[in-house]
């Protein structure tokens, strides 16, 4: 069986008050599973309601230009049509 080492990933919470907004929740995790488990325990109640998207990403930390999440919540609304 094959050990990965703990990685970086960022969960990305899309929600809506007025506007399409993101949230965004760094972690550090062994897998995806564990990702997610932290994911589910660590999401904001405040969004239970509004909530219609969540993506977990593993980060690169080679990659610095971020994920389309981060770019999206810096930006603010999006313009797109979900």
Excluded: K
């Excluded at 080492?5 to 965004?24: A, L, P």
């Excluded at 593993?58 to 981060?70: C, H, K, M, Y």
Aim: net charge neutral; glycine share 4%.
């Amino acid at each position: 069986m094959s050990h990965a080492r703990r990685g970086s990933y960022r969960v990305t919470i899309r929600y809506y008050r007025r506007t399409q907004q993101y949230e965004i929740i760094e972690l550090e995790a062994d897998h995806l599973q564990e990702a997610l488990a932290q994911a589910t325990e660590r999401f904001p109640s405040a969004l239970l309601d509004t909530a219609d998207l969540v993506e977990i990403r593993r980060v690169n930390p080679a990659d610095s230009s971020g994920t389309l999440g981060e770019d999206a919540a810096r930006r603010g609304p999006s313009s797109r049509n979900a």
